[in-house]
């Protein structure tokens, strides 16, 4: 009944940038977190950056401080991703999740996130 849609992705070159969209819709849920996860071809899903929603406090991943940056927009129920500086190691599916705040464990664990995103392709070349 929840449901998250990322926008945004696409191909370019190294050093460019993006900015990533995620909408959430469907029935009203308190949201804890929401965070944005990455996972490239033959590699596990890994956390990039989050969110807590109460308060706008912000997490990332060492990878990519300094040039990645999450925002939220409450209005809308969005949250985004601005990514600059992109390198070719950033090459991945990007998936936005939300957390409802049952469990304890941290932000970067993909394991407290009930909801997910289909995800969206971002692409860096040389």
């Known amino acids: 009944q929840v449901r998250l849609v990322e926008s945004g992705g696409g191909l370019v070159q190294a050093g460019g940038s993006l900015r990533l969209s995620c909408a959430a819709s469907?029935?009203?849920?308190?949201?804890?977190?929401m965070g944005w996860f990455r996972q490239a071809p033959g590699k596990e899903r890994e956390f990039v950056t989050a969110i807590r929603w109460s308060g706008g406090i912000t997490y990332y991943a060492d990878s990519v401080k300094g040039r990645f940056t999450i925002s939220r927009d409450n209005a809308n129920n969005t949250v985004y991703l601005q990514m600059n500086s992109l390198k070719p190691e950033d090459t991945a599916v990007y998936y936005c999740?939300?957390?409802?705040?049952?469990?304890?464990?941290?932000?970067?664990?993909?394991?407290?996130?009930?909801?997910w995103g289909q995800g969206t392709q971002v692409t860096v070349s040389s």
């Open positions: 469907g029935r009203t849920f308190t949201t804890k977190f």
């Open positions: 999740a939300a957390d409802e705040g049952r469990y304890s464990i941290s932000y970067y664990n993909s394991q407290i996130y009930d909801y």
